[in-house]
Nanobody, 124 residues
């Protein structure tokens, strides 16, 4: 089992920044690829960003490329999502997830463990 807890969500104006963190506990964190997903009201959960177990190798949704950065610290069992130049369209509940894989997948069904989610609201 891996337990994931997100933090760092909140309300920000368009153009602002937020940094989400995900703290992991349980099994060896470094064995898992990690992903961030988001779900807006009335929409399906969508992939945002992912990072390989080594921290070398990332993947981003086209909608966030150049604005969001994912990183991880295996010594601290944490993964972060730095979100800059936020837009109202980024408003959603953001989830971190862990996948027992060496590669980053964009399909949420492959992920084994999920956090409870953190609300991010971007006002115009």
């Amino acid at each position: 089992q891996v337990q994931l807890v997100e933090s760092g969500g909140g309300l920000v104006q368009a153009g602002g920044s937020l940094r989400l963190s995900c703290a992991a506990s349980g099994r060896t964190f470094s064995n898992y690829a990690m992903g961030w997903f988001r779900q807006a009201p009335g929409k399906e959960r969508e992939f945002v960003a992912g990072i390989r177990w080594s921290g070398i190798g990332t993947r981003y949704a086209d909608s966030v490329k150049g604005r969001f950065t994912i990183s991880r610290d295996n010594a601290e069992n944490t993964v972060h999502l730095q979100m800059n130049a936020l837009k109202p369209g980024d408003t959603a509940v953001y989830y971190c997830a862990a996948d027992r894989s060496t590669v980053v997948k964009v399909d949420a069904t492959f992920y084994d463990y999920w956090g409870q989610g953190a609300q991010v609201t971007v006002s115009s």
